[in-house]
């Protein structure tokens, strides 16, 4: 069955880090793109990062430019964010998501595929 699994989040102290997976069942990265998304309590879902795996082109969103880092691994079917330097600011709720067509990685447009997401809570 087509499916996204997203794991690895966790609640951490600010300065911390994560790294989260995005595994993928039933279709291969070669067609899609993926991304991670996050959706504070109150909050607009927003983008974090997009990459397209055929060429690893990546987009990140501004405040985490610097900080995370995506990354795919095609043979596993697996995509990564690494997180480091984790604000409060960056609490939520992640999750990944795939495009089979044109796509706004800032928010989520397009994305026809989505996962469960993962609970990022960073205390002060």
């Known amino acids: 069955d087509v499916q996204l699994q997203a794991s690895g989040g966790g609640s951490v102290q600010a300065g911390g880090s994560l790294r989260l997976s995005c595994a993928a069942s039933g279709f291969t990265f070669d067609d899609y793109a993926i991304g991670w998304f996050r959706q504070a309590p109150g909050k607009e879902r927003e983008g974090v990062s997009c990459?397209?795996?055929?060429?690893?082109?990546?987009w990140y969103e501004g405040s985490v430019k610097g900080r995370f880092t995506i990354s795919s691994d095609n043979a596993k079917n697996t995509v990564f964010l690494q997180m480091n330097n984790l604000k409060p600011e960056d609490t939520a709720v992640y999750y990944c998501a795939a495009a089979s067509g044109p796509y706004r990685c800032r928010t989520g447009y397009g994305m026809n595929l989505w996962g469960k997401g993962t609970l990022v809570t960073v205390s002060s």
């Open positions: 990459i397209a795996t055929r060429d690893d082109s990546t």
